[in-house]
């Protein structure tokens, strides 16, 4: 007898199988803490594609910014921080894909943009949900596919200043705070 109308399927895809790659704990700690030294080299971030003009990496904000749950409280932050060119980027870079991946659910290309790392995610998630490309990232969770998307190192990356301490990043000591 046949438990499945018109057979089952030769070769179904196994729930067991692993398809993650383990990478060494040394190997991905060092992968991880060039990333973070990567979003202060201006060139890279640049070259990355981004549109910085006359801003100071590593960008660090006061803490207050995790509170911040409107989109245009957080575009406004971003405009007078200097990323203004980066955000008519990313509007403008939405893209609607040809073909079948139509068909099936990625309709939408978007572009990568800034990622603001927070010890505390009080409502800037959902702020940064809105604007296409700018992805919220807590420090706990950091990784190397959010520091580096497609391999490339250099996103451009916004710090909160408990951010910086957790991370152990040193701050140099005319390096200028910027407030909400």
């Given amino acids: 007898m046949a438990s499945v109308v018109k057979g089952r399927l030769a070769h ?21 803490s060039s990333a973070i030294a990567y979003t202060s080299d201006v060139d890279a971030v640049r070259a990355r594609g981004h549109r910085v003009k006359k801003v100071e990496l590593p960008l660090v904000v006061v803490d207050d910014v995790e509170a911040l749950t409107k989109t245009s409280e957080l575009a406004s932050l971003l405009g007078k ?15 609607r894909n040809s073909g079948k991946g139509r068909r099936r659910g990625r309709v939408y290309r978007e572009p990568v943009g800034p ?7 009080r409502g800037i998630g959902k702020a940064a949900s809105a604007i296409p490309g700018v992805g919220v990232d807590r420090v706990e969770s950091l990784n190397l596919l ?3 998307p497609g391999g490339v190192p250099g996103r451009l990356t916004v710090w909160t ?4 301490a957790a991370v152990g990043l ?4 005319g390096e200028a705070k910027i407030a909400a």
């Fill in 115 to 121: 990622l603001i790392v927070v010890t505390n995610d």
């Fill in 146 to 148: 959010e520091l580096a």
């Fill in 81 to 95: 921080v200097g990323l203004g060119d980066e955000l008519t980027r990313l509007y403008r870079g939405v893209k």
């Fill in 161 to 164: 200043e408990s951010a910086i």
């Fill in 170 to 173: 040193p701050r140099e000591e």
């Fill in 12 to 32: 179904p895809p196994r729930s067991e199988k692993v398809i993650h790659l383990k990478i060494n704990r040394k190997e991905r700690r060092l992968a991880t």
